[in-house]
């Protein structure tokens, strides 16, 4: 338990200097060095998949912010509106808030049933599925509809960057578009 | 810089590099196969894979990676990751339900066991390991050519 707290500690530390330093760069390895101790958290508590995820993940992340962050400030275009901002988020945090303690009451008791659908997929998963690693059971057999959902997802990400970095969406003032630059892209 | 960059970098990195990307692409293959039996599986398989991509275009520049797997290459296999995904889930339909098992389970602890889950893995690995390596490529890409509209701006100026 004791490494539990330290990798903790460590990934407080790592968030808050990334938030507090000026310098870009380092705030982008501070953030890597929080992820990595949150990949290692994951190895303690014995998820090996979700562990695995998160350390890849957070190298692609890190590749994309030093690349992405190191040689130029995006301007921060919220100023200005602050008011209606405050506004709209205060009645979007009251709505959710009243939804939600209306929805709670519906809900189970806290830890209640203990383990009630894992334990069936713990001992119905191999005969049912076939699937030694009890993890790809769950997400590509009994809740393969949400993998679907989380694919659709990224594949809606991709879209969505592809859509908005496209050569042709930053054309200058007095540009052309061309038919050959649609084709490059 | 963005010259020097698009050439690569320097000659121990790219000793490296065609050193060990074919290493990393071998274990996301690894990861993606073995989804069903060892931690890991599509979405951790794919990251990987795209990433020895991703190496290889850091190292050696645009060009290089772009010989290995194009724009457009890139775009198809994303595509086909998708539907091979949803039709898998779709032949469910022949035997009753949505993401039905319809394959022989096999023996535990073999390589072709668990019907639809080793399919289902490569083609999410095939959508995410693509999808990855597209949104890097836009975003490495876009920075490249700010670059170079900047340049062109100094110029114009002067």
Known sequence: MVELYVLLVLMIIGALIAIEIKDLL???????????ALSIIFLILKAPDVAITQLVVEILALIILVRGTLKRDLPFSTTGRWLLNTIITACFVVIFLAVGMKCFKDLPEFGYPIMKVAGTYIQEGLQKTGAVNLVASVIL????????????????????????VRKIGRKKVD???REEDEEEI | ?????????????????RLTVGLIFLYGVYIVTHGHLSPGGGFAGGVIIALSFVHLMLAYGKEKAFEKLSRAAASLFEDAGAILFLSIALLGFTGGYFFLNFISKGQPFKLFSAGIILPCNIAISLKVGAGIFAIVVALVLLEFELEEEKKEEKKGKR
Do not use: C, P
């Open chain 1, 26 to 36: 380092s705030s982008v390895i501070a953030v890597g060095a929080a992820g990595l």
């Open chain 1, 141 to 164: 057999d009994f809740r393969a509809y949400d993998t679907l959902g989380e694919a659709t997802i990224l594949f809606t990400a991709v879209i969505g960057v592809l859509a908005i």
């Open chain 1, 175 to 177: 540009e052309e578009i």
């Open chain 2, 1 to 17: 810089m963005s010259r020097e960059r698009e050439k690569g970098m320097s000659l121990i990195v790219k000793t490296i590099t």
